[in-house]
């Protein structure tokens, strides 16, 4: 071997070590301790997420600058987090992933520079980001440094929200500051053992607070996904939640320049559905889960649904009519009656502004007695939290299309999309009940005198419901004034559905110019 030869071998021989040394993360004990959590190392999770061979690693060798408190001697491989792109399912999506065995994943100058690094490049190429949230919290050794990192952060990703799909998984806990990261994406996956999200964790809890309360109830599943809504789907564990990404990816387009892809359908977007004619009981007040109405729409009974347990009283999700994707937005009747509160309202709000923001046509499904009433939903704002409905669909230029199915009563009627709220066809199923409110208020306020007055009260107050019910608790009325488009069967609502979107897919919307409207947020 020659000279020349021997100083390639040399200079390739380092370049193997260093990249094999940082390949290995914080190290077998490290990677070892992470699966006794039940966790994937980052690199594990981003193997698997990729479709094979496709992954390019950006940033393997970044490393940080500080040297107080010891960091000097600190090796932290890639600086916790690895940053790459490569193809899911054959479309392109950018990563970050935490790496909770190198110094507890923890966040950083330069952490947090390839992160918001890695989002602007998702931005610039028009490709999905994926954030996998496993750290630590802040590196207190960096000080102001790691401070301003959060600011980098943060800027990139409402600099590309609305422009690329950005979804955050939380796999691991995600403390501090830096929870604001995954709460300020367009969704929040959180696996049901490992996943925690919380601006402050119990210690800092106990030491501000004299509160002494565990991590799991402090910020896991619960406090999300049931009590808070800012967790739109439970995983069970890291390959559960890379699984339904991919899933959900699959149901979106790359960016919002771009229409959601179109799967191929074998379900025939005419079939009629006789079923449904019989399935709302014959009461009005006797509930049935909506869920059943959807899953008999949808191509093939799929349907991705999203905050499953929280804000129970309307449901919301993705599904497909004659392949392509839409979102969905229907009242539920066996929770809350269906009935529209503060959190229903801020649901639905930010799903259908998504939707909008990427193309996504929506259909609307009522049967809702009207807002939520009295001084617990009042305190809490519901005026301000029901108006974002209203914002959202009135703002949404994307395809929409409502049915009312039983109920749709007082502003609720007006939420759920209306012919004048923004809907682009409306229609009704003939058992429909659609006015300002229900028979027996109606009655109690425009003939109270007169039911007060008579001989006989109790069979006046009757008599003078069923007037006002016979005259305006059915769609015919809405639909002689041009409110309704047509009242249809039950049985041909898929069909009206696809030949609805069929109309609609050009669709195109010219409005003045503006920012953008001034949201009740």
């Not at 990404?245 to 892809?261: D, H």
């Not at 939520?372 to 301000?384: A, C, N």
């Not at 009655?443 to 008579?454: G, R, T, Y």
Request: some cysteine; proline content about 5%; charged content about 25%.
């Amino acid at each position: 071997m020659d000279l020349k030869e021997k100083w390639f071998e040399e200079i390739y021989k380092e370049h193997s070590e260093k990249r094999e040394k940082a390949m290995q993360m914080g190290g077998a004990k490290a990677i070892e301790a992470q699966h006794k959590e039940g966790k994937l190392s980052a690199r594990e999770r981003v193997e698997y997420f990729f479709d094979p061979g496709t992954f390019t690693e950006l940033g393997l060798f970044v490393r940080h600058r500080t040297t107080a408190f010891g960091m000097d001697k600190r090796e932290v491989p890639a600086e916790g987090v690895v940053t790459g792109f490569g193809k899911v399912n054959g479309r392109m999506v950018v990563v970050g992933a935490e790496d909770y065995t190198s110094m507890a994943g923890t966040f950083g100058e330069y952490h947090g520079k390839k992160f918001s690094q890695a989002i602007d490049f998702a931005k610039e190429k028009g490709w999905p980001f994926v954030g996998m949230n496993d750290s630590g919290g802040a590196r207190l050794q960096e000080g102001m440094d790691t401070l301003q990192s959060y600011a980098w952060l943060f800027r990139s990703q409402i600099l590309a929200s609305g422009i690329i799909p950005q979804i955050a998984l939380l796999m691991g806990p995600c403390l501090g500051g830096q929870a604001y990261h995954p709460i300020m994406q367009d969704f929040v996956f959180q696996n049901r053992k490992t996943g925690f999200m919380g601006i402050a964790g119990p210690a800092f809890v106990k030491t501000q607070t004299g509160v002494e309360i565990t991590l799991e109830e402090l910020c896991g599943i619960k406090a999300h996904a049931y009590k808070t809504g800012q967790t739109h789907l439970v995983v069970e564990d890291d390959k559960d939640c890379l699984d339904r990404t991919k899933e959900l990816l699959a149901l979106l387009p790359t960016n919002n320049k771009e229409k959601p892809p179109r799967k191929e359908c074998h379900d025939d977007p005419e079939r009629v559905i006789p079923e449904l004619d019989t399935l709302i009981p014959e009461r009005a007040s006797k509930p049935f889960d909506m869920h059943k109405v959807v899953l008999k729409i949808v191509d093939d009974g799929y349907f991705f649904e999203l905050f499953k347990t929280f804000a129970t009283n309307v449901i919301i999700g993705f599904g497909r009519f004659n392949g392509r994707t839409t979102g969905i937005v229907a009242s539920q009747p066996i929770s809350k009656a269906g009935a529209i509160d503060c959190d229903a309202a801020d649901k639905v709000a930010r799903f259908v502004r998504f939707c909008d923001l990427f193309n996504i046509p929506l259909v609307n499904l009522h049967d809702t007695p009207g807002f939520w009433i009295g001084p617990q939903e009042e305190w809490r704002g519901i005026l301000r939290h029901g108006a974002k409905m209203l914002y959202a669909y009135i703002d949404a230029t994307v395809p929409k299309i409502s049915f009312i199915l039983r109920k749709s009563y007082a502003g609720a009627y007006l939420g759920m999309c209306c012919k004048d709220t923004g809907a682009d066809f409306m229609f009704a199923w003939p058992q429909a009940k659609v006015t300002i409110v229900g028979a027996d208020t109606a009655a109690s306020v425009i003939f109270a005198k007169e039911i007060k007055s008579a001989p006989n009260p109790e069979e006046t107050r009757k008599e003078r419901i069923q007037l006002y019910s016979d005259l305006y608790e059915n769609p015919y009325r809405g639909a002689e004034r041009n409110y309704l488009d047509d009242v249809i069967l039950p049985r041909d609502t898929r069909k009206y559905i696809n030949r609805c979107l069929d109309v609609l897919e050009n669709k195109s919307e010219v409005r003045p110019w503006r920012k953008y409207s001034n949201i009740n947020l």
